[in-house]
């Protein structure tokens, strides 16, 4: 079952505000928080990548084609093929 990304709302209660503010002055987390829709980057440990990328994979074929855009928009590549690029990196 797909998780939500926090909102903009929850990464500000979540989150010291050092962080909170970190996250929402980063593009990725940003949209990510914006949309809903989960988009891979890179993780600060393998294990957090791959929660992503279970998660990603159980989104709806749209949040899939809307989260593909923004990664070819920001990457240059899909999800598919960024995630098999950043694991190969742990």
């Given at each position: 079952?797909?998780?939500?990304?926090?909102?903009?709302?929850?990464?500000?209660?979540?989150?010291?505000?050092?962080?909170?503010?970190?996250?929402?002055?980063?593009?990725?987390?940003?949209?990510?928080?914006?949309?809903?829709?989960?988009?891979?980057?890179?993780?600060?440990?393998?294990?957090?990548?791959?929660?992503?990328w279970d998660n990603?994979?159980?989104?709806?074929?749209?949040?899939?084609?809307?989260?593909?855009?923004?990664?070819?928009?920001?990457?240059?590549?899909?999800?598919?093929?960024?995630?098999?690029?950043?694991?190969?990196?742990y």
């Amino acid at each position: 079952m797909y998780k939500l990304p926090y909102s903009k709302k929850e990464i500000l209660e979540k989150y010291p505000k050092d962080v909170a503010n970190s996250l929402l002055n980063d593009p990725i987390h940003l949209w990510r928080a914006e949309t809903g829709i989960e988009l891979i980057h890179e993780e600060p440990t393998k294990n957090e990548l791959i929660r992503i990328w279970d998660n990603w994979n159980e989104m709806s074929f749209e949040m899939k084609e809307k989260s593909d855009k923004k990664s070819l928009e920001l990457f240059g590549k899909n999800n598919k093929e960024h995630y098999d690029i950043i694991i190969e990196n742990y």
